[in-house]
């Protein structure tokens, strides 16, 4: 059996009061999608930091960080020579252009220049920018940009992939081309470090989830494994509460369970049949009744929804 290319053991990290990590650990299986979804503030970015030493862990003799075998405290160059990192922010120097950008950090990786030429091209065919090598940052669109910053974080072609909130503020048809690069990176054997606090971004790309909570991890396991076990199978979602159903509807169906927190309200059972005869009760109400999903789980798990961090 392969070692994991990550091991976190009981990592905490604070800032003055502020606990952005809360002894965690997890590890990271080889050639796998590993996921980090909570709502801003949860502590996935500090976490990921840590990994590469670009924040570094609390002091504590019995916590520890291993990426390929190294601790990022005293070998965070190693660990960075086999890692790719696309950050929150595009942090592209726009004084220059695409094919520029890539060749100055191909540089950082001591590449001989027809290698790093050939490797350049490769990346721009392969995130679908060829035809924008030329083009200046600032006339790039915002999709464009996140597919730049993952080619540069690929050009070393790394074994280890760490993409923090790769597909924020980009609109669904980029965030799905995104998507199919990124699998197809997988596929290629990478390994990939996701955080995330889109729902389908996770259950879409990862193979295990940590769901996390004020620097705490809630849950781990498979989207489906987490679906199968924490949460009934529908859910029926007043969208719209009126003064009318302000109130919980009765009597309630056996077999169904009512979640009234926050604005909306909802009912979950694992048959669609007595959320139906709910619906009979909420005629000209705006209402829909679909499959339960990630974001069900981390309601029931911690009392919020993702939305309402964000």
Known sequence: MQPPVIQVRNISKTFGTLRAVDDLSFEVPQKSCFGFL????????????MLYARVLRDDHPASGINVF??????QELSIKYL??????????????NVIQNLLLFARFYNMPARQACNRVEELLAFLQLTDKRTARIRELSGGMK????????LLNQPRLLILDEPTTGLDPQVRHIIW???????KQGTTLLLSTHYMEEASALCDTILILHHG???LLGSPAQLLDERIERFVLELTERRPQTAAPIEPIPNGVRIDSTGPTLRWYADDTEPLKTITEKLAGESYSLRPSNLEDVFL???????????
């Open 216 to 218: 705490q991890k809630v």
């Open 83 to 96: 890692s790719g990192v696309v950050p929150q922010e595009d942090n592209l120097d726009e004084e220059l």
């Open 146 to 153: 996140r597919r730049l910053v993952i080619a540069r974080a």
């Open 69 to 74: 075998g190294y601790d990022p405290t005293h």
């Open 38 to 49: 909570g709502p801003n503030g949860a502590g996935k970015t500090t976490m990921m930091k």
């Open 180 to 186: 199919d690069k990124l699998r197809q990176l997988k």
């Open 300 to 310: 029931r798990t911690t009392g919020r929804t993702l939305n309402e961090f964000q």
